[in-house]
């Protein structure tokens, strides 16, 4: 950032939410209440409860990033990402920890008309969802260290999220809804390849296990397009074993974009990676959009 155009709070704070992300943070709501409306179980005040709280626990899950890979050491002056607000000083420790506490203090006080709607497994899902926020990148096993990070963002995008919205509104969850959940937590966990693989070399300084620093830049290849082919095959295969709606198929309209960021992820490089992330997140949500209008249209 220039020195000579100082930065304010509000922008401080803007850069810490990482915008980009917040895709992620939509897309399974939009696929879930879709299906919800496709069963005739719409609730409109669940769902947009499920949408902001959704945005929040994004919000304090980049907080608490933000400030945990400071502390230990993950952001340096040599990543080649966004600016960090705590490793560049923007904010300080304790201005980011009141920040998170704001944030999942008002996703709680939301999903309490959630739990008053669907009762105790919302607050269970709710606890997941925070303490997997944290543990990320902070507490004794900071599991996006040891390369589980993958594996965490495809449960909490797709399973948790999708079934976790669906069930808020129809107070039940048939076992399909979870592998309809899959596609979009796949297309999610490709933004944390593409972000695993832009910060390989900073994260193997930091001792940070990720899948790329242990496998490498081939299989982070590999990682993307099997992500991808899951993600446009999975609806494809419910919908022949009569699991799913014809008009999911719909979201194959974004195949070609879904071509095309593959070989920009094939062909870039350090910094360059930083648009094939952000596009990477829009493909997830315009993903899902196809999909969801697709499921609302074809009964």
Known sequence: MSQSAPIKPLQAWTLAARPRTLPAAVAPVLIATAL????????????????????????????????FDDQRGADTQARLGPTRASASGLLSAGQMRMGMLVVFGL??????????????PVIVVGIIIIL????????????????LGDVFVLLSFGGIAVCGTYYAQALNLPAAVYWVSMPIGLLIVNILVVNNTRDMRTDQEAHKHTLAVLLGRRMMLFEYLACLGGAY??????????????????????LPEAIRLFREFSSSEGSALNKTLGRTAQLAFIYALLYSLGVILVK
């Open 107 to 120: 996703a709680a006080l939301l999903g309490i008309a959630l739990v008053i709607r669907g009762g105790w």
């Open 36 to 67: 919800a409306f496709h069963d005739g179980v719409l609730y409109l005040p669940a769902a947009l409860a499920c949408l902001l709280v959704s945005l929040l626990m994004q919000i304090g899950a980049n907080f608490a990033n933000d400030l």
């Open 233 to 254: 095959l999975i609806p494809l295969g419910l919908w022949i074993a009569g699991l799913g709606s014809a008009g999911a198929l719909l979201s194959w309209f974004s």
């Open 132 to 147: 997997a926020a944290l543990a990320y990148s902070g507490g004794p096993f900071p599991y996006g260290y040891y390369a």
